[in-house]
């Protein structure tokens, strides 16, 4: 059974760093790209970033609105990925998702429970 | 980047087929991907790839993709099919997701 577990959300200030976590088991994790997804309370869907398996270089795609202050990476040896956002916003404010990638096709498939992330002085 | 066009929302009566639209610029010559978000819960893939369906899924869920448009179809919707409707598509270098559609079913 697939499951990835989130963890490390909570209240940060504005300007103020914060690192998720995703544990992932269940599937072969090193062969799959890693996505996070983020949702604002009552609102749709947000795409984040991405990360690619080791046979892709470890490439790295961003969402324009956090393009340069979040940083996506994955221990393969730990089968966690992990999100690094710094310069919060109060707009970051969300739940965050992280999915696997087990197609070839870009497609989110499995989800975690997600994290919640306050940004908030 | 690709903007993707839902309608807010849909209402079903049971037992009835429900369509949800996904406009986008060339959506069909792209993979589109639909999610089922029921309340307090975590989204849920349920056709992938224009038209498969994960396992697990009920068959009374399709979809179909071509031009601008892709649609989820769910033939004979029940009571717990009641849920907020996500398309998604990649469009080369970020993934898209629509703003969702509010399936009633009255």
């Known amino acids: 059974e697939v499951q990835l577990v989130e963890s490390g959300g909570g209240l940060v200030q504005p300007g103020g760093s914060l690192k998720l976590s995703c544990a992932a088991s269940g599937f072969t994790f090193s062969d799959s790209p890693m996505h996070w997804v983020r949702q604002a309370s009552g609102k749709g869907l947000e795409w984040v970033g991405r990360?690619?398996?080791?046979?892709?270089?470890?490439?790295?795609a961003y969402a324009a609105s956090v393009k340069g202050r979040f940083t996506i990476s994955r221990d393969d040896s730990k089968n966690t990925a992990y999100l690094q956002m710094n310069s919060l916003k109060t707009e970051d404010t969300a739940m965050y998702y992280c999915?696997?990638?087990?197609?070839?096709?870009?497609?989110?498939?499995?989800w975690g429970q997600g994290t919640l992330v306050t940004v908030s002085s | 980047s690709h903007e993707l066009t839902q309608p807010p929302s849909v209402s079903v009566s049971p037992g009835q087929t429900a369509s949800i639209t996904c406009s986008g610029d060339k959506l069909g010559d792209k993979f589109a991907s639909w999610y089922q978000q029921k309340a307090g819960q975590s989204p849920v893939l349920v056709i992938y790839q224009d038209n498969k369906r994960p396992s697990g899924i009920p068959e009374r869920f399709s979809g179909s993709n071509s031009g601008n448009t892709a649609t989820l179809t769910i033939s004979g919707t029940q009571a717990m099919d009641e849920a907020d409707y996500y398309c998604q598509a990649w469009d080369g270098s970020t993934v898209a997701f629509g703003g969702g559609t509010k399936l009633t079913v009255l």
């Open positions: 999915t696997s990638q087990m197609t070839t096709v870009v497609t989110p498939d499995y």
């Open positions: 990360i690619r398996d080791k046979a892709k270089s470890y490439a790295t």
